[in-house]
């Protein structure tokens, strides 16, 4: 089993900037962990993904140069840094672990494991 639980969501101006945080805790291997978001009538969305070496990254186009994800092994933490954040970025943000390799990380149903949520407000 594994447990992930996200921290530093809130409200932010147009322009502005949050750091998530998605703490592992746990017995199960897995390969990469993931940040998805889901908006108010839309499907859950891949944002960005790591793998468990922090060697490769992946992003969606939507977020490419404002978002960073990174990894501090030590704390057993994935960070998702959100720069020049703008309303299309609201939503309720999730970590989640993928359990198998070569899938794609973008793709909510392949991750076995996910944290509670943390809502994310874009918003003057």
């Known amino acids: 089993q594994l447990q992930l639980a996200e921290s530093g969501g809130g409200l932010v101006q147009p322009g502005g900037s949050l750091r998530l945080s998605c703490a592992i805790s746990g017995f199960t291997d897995y390969y990469v962990i993931g940040w998805l978001r889901q908006a108010p009538g839309k499907e859950r969305e891949g944002v960005s993904c790591?793998?468990?070496?922090?060697?490769?990254?992946n992003y969606v186009d939507s977020v490419k140069g404002r978002f960073t994800i990174s990894r501090d092994g030590a704390k057993n933490t994935v960070y998702l840094q959100m720069d020049t954040l703008n309303p299309e970025d609201t939503g309720i943000y999730y970590c989640a672990a993928l359990t198998q390799a070569g899938v794609n990380c973008r793709f909510a149903g392949a991750y076995s494991y996910w944290g509670q949520g943390t809502q994310v407000t874009v918003s003057s």
């Open positions: 790591i793998t468990r070496d922090g060697e490769s990254t």
